[in-house]
């Protein structure tokens, strides 16, 4: 089971919260979030419920919560123009010749930068080095794991969770607009 909330809100950082408490009340029934703690490299969890995988992702306004009975990783991110030298330094070789055989640009980018840092985020590692990390291009799969990518109007993200869960992802305009 994977549940992935996502919304447009001022707040995108709030909402990514507001969307955990509707995330755990929805699937386990849990009225108030419990208490987090932060392993080695920053991912959160609940000690309490450690049968409960999350991770929550924000980009300005935008806002993305993955909730599954397994280790999850999400990333939602703007699509905007960054420096000229951000490919090159982000990806990987084998990466950097797909991202320049499919025409490039900041979308395709993107692209590959959520389904790099869903991957990463699904352990609970770091990005640092990110041209180090190389989860397995768009059209591939990789064994044990889901790896999906999704887009809206100007924005990107993509879900990792270990097996090969059935995901469902709900979207609203405002992360209010859910029920709370």
């Known amino acids: 089971m994977l549940l992935i909330l996502g919304s447009r809100d001022q707040e995108g950082r709030a909402a990514s919260r507001r969307l955990l408490a509707l995330g755990l009340r929805e699937v386990w029934g849990v009225e108030n979030v419990p208490p987090m703690e932060r392993g080695p490299m920053g991912k959160p969890f609940f000690p309490a419920m450690p049968h409960i995988h999350f991770n929550l992702s924000h980009s300005g306004d935008l806002a993305l919560c993955a909730l599954s009975d397994r280790p999850v990783g999400v990333d939602i991110e703007r699509v905007r123009p960054h420096r000229a030298g951000l490919p090159r330094y982000a990806l990987s070789d084998r990466e950097y010749r797909w991202f320049l055989a499919q025409g490039g640009g900041w979308e395709l980018f993107c692209r590959?930068?959520?389904?790099?840092?869903?991957?990463?985020?699904?352990?609970?590692?770091?990005?640092?080095?990110?041209?180090?990390?190389?989860?397995?291009?768009?059209?591939e799969q990789a064994?044990?794991?889901?790896?999906?990518?999704?887009?809206?109007?100007?924005?990107?993200a993509a879900v990792c969770a270990a097996g090969a869960p059935t995901w469902k992802l709900l979207w609203r305009d405002h992360a209010e607009t859910y029920k709370t």
Do not use: N, Q, Y
């Open 143 to 156: 064994e044990g794991v889901l790896l999906d990518d999704f887009s809206g109007a100007g924005w990107r």
């Open 112 to 139: 590959l930068w959520t389904r790099k840092e869903s991957w990463v985020k699904r352990t609970g590692g770091s990005i640092a080095g990110p041209s180090g990390i190389c989860p397995p291009l768009p059209g």
